[in-house]
Structure formats: structure tokens, C-alpha cells
């Protein structure tokens, strides 16, 4: 997975349901210095939502490549 990729949700969660499409705007490496949810060491994407003009975070393992 990279920036660019559209993804499906895998797992839902408030205002995202299950299923929904993406785009990978942004991958984050833990060394990078970001955190996610207060975690150190955890990679995460950055996906803009269709339809909804939302960023989300997501985990490796929520996302499933469409194309």
C-alpha cells in the first residue's frame, strides 16, 4: 500500500461504515515522530474518505487495496 492507492474499509467506525472507498493520501512511519491514538511505534495511513471529505487514520490491517 502507498499514497495514492484506493482502499476499502475494513473495519467500521463513526461516520466510516464498513466497506466504504478511500484514498491513501499519507503513510506515516513511527520514526517519523507522529503518534497515533498517544502510541509510539505504529505505522498508520492517513485516508481521505469518498462521499464524506474526511480524513481518517487508518491501520495497515483496516484497509484493503481496490486498484
Known sequence: MKPGNLVRITRAS???PLG???L???FYRAED???FGGL???DYYS???TGADRKRN???RD???VS
Do not use: Q, T
Request: hydrophobic residues 50%; charged residues 15%; aromatic residues 4%.
Open 63 to 65: 484497509l484493503e487495496v
Open 20 to 22: 466504504s472507498i478511500g
Open 40 to 42: 509510539h511505534g505504529v
Open 47 to 49: 485516508v481521505l474518505i
Open 58 to 60: 487508518y491501520l495497515k
Open 33 to 35: 515522530g507522529h503518534e
Open 24 to 26: 491513501i493520501m499519507r
Open 14 to 16: 463513526i461516520g466510516v
